[in-house]
């Protein structure tokens, strides 16, 4: 394998092994959750979704901003093994990593460590002589809603051909990648004008997490568990769940003629540290339902990790995509939503402030049909408790 090959496999972001192949339904059979009393027609509900669509395993949450309403999981952590998934198994989430970049970005804000208008030139001391001019007034809270120009970075060729001088070093920590990757970005033009379009972009949050890293001297992964996840009792992790604890969910894409097959977590293809920032976390179901219900709670009004100001103003677009969000219409009502997948897990996550509710679906699949089937039990969910 050539090193340009390695390197893609190392830090692709972009659904890859998913095709219009056939599915492997019939091989998936029918799983309820083992336990205590469940709402039957919520199991029933999503063991449909998760056979009619060909996945492995679902996992919902319902919750309020003070009430846990519902966590339910059904089917298998591994397709063609024979055991059952928990609530407390964690499912990878992809992109939905980004609110919460997003929020530990916001608690340096609260502290006074940075502030929305801060720039990656005025706390990376490399940039000051070397940053290309367009990127000089780039602000954190452009970063974080996609209007910085820096690359999307959602592919693995971009990555693949990154020049040398972001891959040597062998012994880097993962903050050093980070840092020899925004170097790189931040010395060349953008691929749009900062501040005038909207360009989703991977890259920006590596850039955002690095700013955070170069003021506290800490890396993103440590940050995240001690200014997020800790507070909010998350016990949540980095890559593919499998990867270092056996008993946890391995992903599955669709393969061209094959079907739906098992991703091995140990594996070619991981993530890597490059692009983390922007959607390399895994949780289980029941602690993303924490995290929600922290945003849920700043929505309406009440302080908690964050000022309820803090987290309006993570919340608040230009034009539909705020810091880690994307505000729209859903199920009837205007919702802060985002989905995430890097290929093998699919993670939907919903909030409806004005109905204090909000909904998250995690899948052990990333091709289309797991995120079709997301869509749909989302709003099935909202639907069902809204009526409540």
Same mark, same amino acid.
């Given at each position: 394998?050539?090193?340009?090959?390695?390197?893609?496999?190392?830090?692709?972001?972009?659904?890859?092994?998913?095709?219009?192949?056939?599915?492997?339904?019939?091989?998936?059979?029918?799983?309820?959750?083992?336990?205590?009393?469940?709402?039957?027609?919520?199991?029933?509900?999503?063991?449909?979704?998760?056979?009619?669509?060909?996945?492995?395993?679902?996992?919902?949450?319902?919750?309020?901003?003070?009430?846990?309403?519902?966590?339910?999981?059904?089917?298998?952590?591994?397709?063609?093994?024979?055991?059952?998934?928990?609530?407390?198994?964690?499912?990878?989430?992809?992109?939905?990593?980004?609110?919460?970049?997003?929020?530990?970005?916001?608690?340096?804000?609260?502290?006074?460590?940075?502030?929305?208008?801060?720039?990656?030139?005025?706390?990376?001391?490399?940039?000051?002589?070397?940053?290309?001019?367009?990127?000089?007034?780039?602000?954190?809270?452009?970063?974080?809603?996609?209007?910085?120009?820096?690359?999307?970075?959602?592919?693995?060729?971009?990555?693949?051909?990154?020049?040398?001088?972001?891959?040597?070093?062998?012994?880097?920590?993962?903050?050093?990648?980070?840092?020899?990757?925004?170097?790189?970005?931040?010395?060349?033009?953008?691929?749009?004008?900062?501040?005038?379009?909207?360009?989703?972009?991977?890259?920006?949050?590596?850039?955002?997490?690095?700013?955070?890293?170069?003021?506290?001297?800490?890396?993103?992964?440590?940050?995240?568990?001690?200014?997020?996840?800790?507070?909010?009792?998350?016990?949540?992790?980095?890559?593919?769940?499998?990867?270092?604890?056996?008993?946890?969910?391995?992903?599955?894409?669709?393969?061209?003629?094959?079907?739906?097959?098992?991703?091995?977590?140990? @594996?070619?293809?991981?993530?890597? =540290?490059? !692009?983390? +920032?922007?959607? /390399?976390?895994? $949780?289980? #179901?029941?602690?993303? *339902?924490?995290?929600?219900?922290?945003?849920?709670?700043?929505?309406?009004?009440?302080?908690?990790?964050?000022?309820?100001?803090?987290?309006?103003?993570?919340?608040?677009?230009?034009?539909?995509?705020?810091?880690?969000?994307?505000?729209?219409?859903?199920?009837?009502?205007?919702?802060?939503?985002?989905?995430?997948?890097? @290929?093998?897990?699919?993670?939907? =996550?919903? !909030?409806? +402030?004005?109905? /204090?509710?909000? $909904?998250? #679906?995690?899948?052990? *699949?990333?091709?289309?049909?797991?995120?079709?089937?997301?869509?749909?039990?989302?709003?099935?969910?909202?639907?069902?408790?809204?009526?409540?």
């Amino acid at each position: 394998m050539s090193s340009v090959i390695a390197r893609g496999l190392s830090g692709v972001l972009l659904l890859l092994g998913s095709s219009c192949g056939p599915g492997n339904e019939a091989d998936i059979p029918t799983r309820l959750p083992a336990g205590g009393p469940v709402d039957t027609g919520l199991v029933s509900l999503m063991d449909n979704a998760r056979r009619q669509h060909g996945i492995p395993a679902l996992a919902v949450a319902v919750v309020r901003s003070d009430t846990v309403l519902a966590t339910v999981a059904v089917g298998n952590r591994h397709l063609g093994a024979p055991d059952l998934v928990a609530v407390s198994n964690q499912f990878h989430i992809g992109s939905n990593t980004k609110a919460m970049t997003a929020t530990l970005l916001a608690t340096l804000v609260e502290e006074g460590r940075l502030a929305w208008t801060t720039r990656p030139v005025d706390v990376l001391p490399e940039l000051r002589d070397s940053i290309h001019p367009a990127y000089q007034n780039v602000t954190l809270e452009q970063l974080l809603s996609h209007r910085s120009g820096v690359p999307a970075y959602t592919s693995g060729f971009a990555i693949a051909f990154l020049p040398d001088s972001v891959y040597e070093q062998s012994g880097r920590s993962s903050a050093e990648w980070r840092r020899a990757l925004v170097l790189h970005v931040l010395r060349n033009k953008p691929e749009k004008p900062p501040g005038t379009e909207f360009l989703y972009s991977n890259g920006g949050y590596t850039v955002a997490a690095a700013m955070a890293e170069a003021v506290m001297e800490q890396p993103w992964e440590s940050l995240l568990q001690t200014l997020v996840f800790r507070p909010l009792g998350i016990h949540g992790g980095y890559g593919w769940p499998a990867a270092t604890d056996t008993t946890q969910p391995w992903g599955h894409w669709r393969k061209l003629f094959r079907g739906v097959r098992a991703h091995d977590p140990k @594996g070619d293809y991981q993530l890597g =540290a490059l !692009l983390a +920032p922007a959607g /390399d976390v895994h $949780v289980s #179901v029941e602690d993303y *339902a924490r995290f929600l219900q922290e945003h849920l709670r700043g929505l309406r009004g009440q302080d908690g990790l964050l000022r309820a100001a803090t987290v309006q103003r993570l919340h608040a677009p230009t034009g539909n995509y705020a810091m880690g969000w994307i505000i729209q219409p859903f199920a009837g009502a205007r919702a802060s939503a985002h989905e995430g997948s890097a @290929g093998t897990f699919h993670a939907i =996550a919903v !909030l409806h +402030p004005q109905r /204090d509710l909000a $909904v998250a #679906v995690l899948a052990n *699949a990333g091709f289309s049909k797991a995120g079709e089937a997301d869509r749909e039990l989302a709003q099935a969910l909202l639907e069902r408790y809204t009526a409540r």
